[in-house]
């Protein structure tokens, strides 16, 4: 780093924890200061719902991520 203080804001970050552990807070929070998209990878796996989290199917993924 040179002579300033200043440090160039991340592009990406990669957070991984436990369950409840407060990922999507973080993540959430850390993207609206940080100006960067937020992504919750949850939602490739979780068909989220009011009656519970249905798991999506292989070929919904397959079609959506591949």
């Known amino acids: 780093m040179g002579d300033s203080d200043e440090r160039e804001a991340p592009q990406k ?3 991984i924890g436990s369950v409840g552990s407060g990922k999507t807070t973080l993540a959430r929070t850390l993207s609206a200061r940080l100006h960067i998209p937020f992504y919750e990878l949850d939602t490739i796996v979780w068909k989220r719902s009011n009656s ?3 798991r999506k199917s292989e070929w919904f993924k397959e079609k959506h991520i591949v």
């Open 13 to 15: 970050i990669h957070i």
């Open 52 to 54: 519970g989290d249905i």
